[in-house]
């Protein structure tokens, strides 16, 4: 059973800094992964796909990579700002690509 | 519409009744799912529907759990006789194909007194 973990689960850091937010899966065999946020009380928003094919995707000040043999993915965000505040959730497709596979999620918070 | 909607929003109910939710997918999109977030078990499949071909079921938790999407478009997940185990805020997702990005809906909060 595919099983996703996110670490580290709850991260401060102050403005400007440079972070990376981890997530690793059990099962290599996935069709794609992507990482989401959500704010509190909202739902969900797609920040980054990455297709299995793929070893990177970047928009603006985020980058995810992926490295399927070793079931790891990381999320770089670059300078970060107070709005990136928000729980950060990986998320991996099952080989027939019908289902996402969540981690609990790292929730980030980011001081000015 | 701009993005996934779902209704209602909120939703409140007594043990033991019956709940309809309701999705509508971005228009062209043939890939809807559908999703539960509870604080004890974070974010869990429940259904997958494409086209015409047979959904995905694979995810929900009981009977009493069932869906539909009817002319490929809008969904409704409906909970039989609900327990105090289903409170939890379902989220709809749609998507072009099954290999595109998913992109979910505000959900519904469900609360079952």
């Known amino acids: 059973k595919q099983e996703v973990t996110q670490i580290p689960a709850a991260l401060s850091v102050p403005e400007g800094e440079n972070l990376v937010l981890n997530c690793s899966f059990t099962?290599?065999?996935?069709?794609?992964l992507q990482w989401f946020r959500q704010d509190p009380g909202k739902g969900l928003t797609s920040l980054l796909l990455?297709?299995?094919?793929?070893r990177e995707q970047t928009s603006g000040r985020l980058n995810a990579s992926l490295d399927k043999s070793s079931g790891r993915s990381t999320l770089y965000i670059a300078a970060s700002q107070p709005g990136d505040s928000a729980t950060y959730l990986c998320?991996?497709?099952?080989?027939?690509?019908?289902?996402?596979?969540f981690g609990k999620g790292t929730t980030l918070s980011v001081s000015s | 519409g701009a993005g996934v909607s779902q209704s209602p929003s909120n939703k409140v109910t007594e043990k033991g009744k019956d709940v309809e939710l309701r999705c509508d997918p971005i228009s062209g999109h043939t890939a809807l799912y559908w999703y539960r977030q509870s604080l004890g078990q974070g974010l869990e499949f429940l259904i997958y529907f494409q086209g015409n071909s047979a959904p995905d079921k694979s995810g929900l938790p009981s009977d009493r759990f069932s869906a539909e999407r009817t002319g490929g478009s809008v969904s409704t997940l409906t909970i039989q006789r609900t327990q105090q185990e289903d409170s939890a805020v379902y989220l709809c997702?749609?998507?072009?194909?099954?290999?595109?990005?998913?992109?979910f809906g505000p959900g519904t909060r469900l609360t079952v007194l």
């Open positions: 998320a991996v497709s099952n080989q027939a690509g019908t289902a996402l596979i």
């Open positions: 099962d290599s065999a996935i069709y794609n």
């Open positions: 990455i297709q299995s094919s793929q």
């Open positions: 997702a749609s998507s072009l194909g099954t290999e595109n990005e998913q992109f």
